[in-house]
Nanobody
Framework: QVQLVESGGGLVQPGGSLRLSCAASGNRYNIGVMRWYRQTPDNQRELVASITRIGITTYGDSVKGRFTVSRDNAKNTVYLQMNSLKPSDTAVYYC?????????WGQGTQVTVSS
């Protein structure tokens, strides 16, 4: 069993920045790819970004060039740096971790972009 604890969400003005964190429990050597998803107010869930153990990253088209995903394997933590935020980025952001072949989800953190 793996627990994921997310932090860093909040209210920010358009053009602003936020940094999300997700810390995972468990054996660091069993943690595989780490991902961020988001669920928008109209209940659409999309993949925002992913990162493998060796740092290979992928991004959703809507966030390329604005968001950066990174991880610290020693801390079992994945980060999402979000810059140039837009109102369309408003969503609940979820951390997802592949651990010994099973997917685990965080509790979600709200990000609201509004003036």
């Amino acid at each position: 069993q793996v627990q994921l604890v997310e932090s860093g969400g909040g209210l920010v003005q358009p053009g602003g920045s936020l940094r999300l964190s997700c810390a995972a429990s468990g054996n660091r050597y069993n943690i595989g790819v780490m991902r961020w998803y988001r669920q928008t107010p109209d209940n659409q869930r999309e993949l925002v970004a992913s990162i493998t153990r060796i740092g290979i990253t992928t991004y959703g088209d809507s966030v390329k060039g604005r968001f950066t995903v990174s991880r610290d394997n020693a801390k079992n933590t994945v980060y999402l740096q979000m810059n140039s935020l837009k109102p369309s980025d408003t969503a609940v952001y979820y951390c997802n971790v592949l651990y010994t072949g099973s997917n685990y989800w965080g509790q979600g953190t709200q990000v609201t972009v509004s003036s």
